[in-house]
């Protein structure tokens, strides 16, 4: 660990947030000379106290471990490079479109592979009025359910979150030129 990147990053952070040395010392419950310490790279904050730093500065621990933001380059705004995730203990489904470290129930997840449809996951996409009806043979029970289906276009994500035990149907908004994503709680993400 580089104490003089690390003294630098809490610095800023510490200015992004408007805190002085003594609101942030205050926060972690430690001497407002141990702030100024670090921040001028003559030691750098005890393992004990990293989690109250990261909730205090609002920045992943291991980021402050490294002394470095470095920000992920601009996308370009295309939602079809839409990457999801999963938490494979409590099912929630994050989004995101670039590089990000996206974290649930303590573990970093990695972004689904979309593989193609197959006979046990697919849609089956009909127009109705101004809707797509989508229905699916899958089964949905608590063990082994579709857990959210999402339409993605150029410029728009269309997200419905699935339950256990619901029917296997479902209509949305109609838009053109994009694909529909699928999760299933066993298998991972499909794409129809």
Known sequence: MDCNKVGKLIHDLRKEKSLTQRQLAEFMNISDKTISKWE??????DVS??????DAL?????KILLGDLEPNSMDGGN???????????????????????ISCCGRKLS????KPADEEHC??????????????PHDMKKEHYICFIAYVSYDRVLFVKLYPEQG???????????????GCSKHGLWVN
């Open 40 to 45: 001028r790279g003559l030691g750098c904050p």
């Open 49 to 54: 106290l990293l989690h109250e730093l990261s």
């Open 58 to 62: 609002n920045v992943n621990i291991e």
């Open 79 to 101: 939602m079809k490079r839409v990457k999801f995730f999963m938490c494979p203990n409590c099912g929630n489904v994050m989004t995101a479109t670039g590089e990000a470290e």
């Open 111 to 114: 972004a689904l592979v979309p």
């Open 123 to 136: 849609l089956k996409v009909e127009n109705i009025e101004n809707d797509f009806y989508v229905t699916f």
């Open 168 to 182: 296997g149907e479902l209509r949305i908004p109609r838009l053109h030129g994009g694909k529909f994503y699928f």
